[in-house]
């Protein structure tokens, strides 16, 4: 069993900055993926980022690229997402996730490709 559990997130001004935590905890990570999705009212939830455990490979969404920057920490078994030049349009629940399973990059883009995930973090952008 895996528990993840987001924090970080809070209001900030549009060009601002803000760094999420996800700590995971049960299982080593040394072989896994995780991954950060969003969901905004009333819309589906999207991917975000994701990082292969071992080997650090990254992927985005467009929308983020450039902005957002995901890493980890292996001997926390904590991911990071460092947001910088944030826009009300990124305004949502971010969630984190973790897959226990080899999978694609394109499988790591889509919510059902992930096994755990945390219970959310708000995020609100001001303009």
């Known amino acids: 069993q895996v528990q993840l559990v987001e924090s970080g997130g809070g209001l900030v001004q549009a060009g601002g900055s803000l760094r999420l935590s996800c700590a995971a905890s049960?299982?080593?990570?040394?072989?896994?993926?995780m991954g950060w999705f969003r969901q905004a009212p009333g819309k589906e939830r999207e991917f975000v980022a994701a990082i292969r455990w071992s080997g650090g490979s990254t992927y985005y969404a467009d929308s983020v690229k450039g902005r957002f920057t995901i890493s980890r920490d292996n001997a926390k078994n904590t991911v990071y997402l460092q947001m910088n030049s944030l826009k009300p349009e990124d305004t949502a629940v971010y969630y984190c996730?973790?897959?226990?399973?080899?999978?694609?990059?394109?499988?790591?883009?889509?919510?059902?490709?992930?096994?755990?995930w945390g219970q959310g973090t708000q995020v609100t952008v001001s303009s």
């Open positions: 996730a973790a897959v226990l399973r080899f999978t694609t990059s394109q499988t790591m883009a889509l919510p059902g490709g992930y096994d755990y």
């Open positions: 049960g299982r080593t990570f040394s072989s896994y993926a």
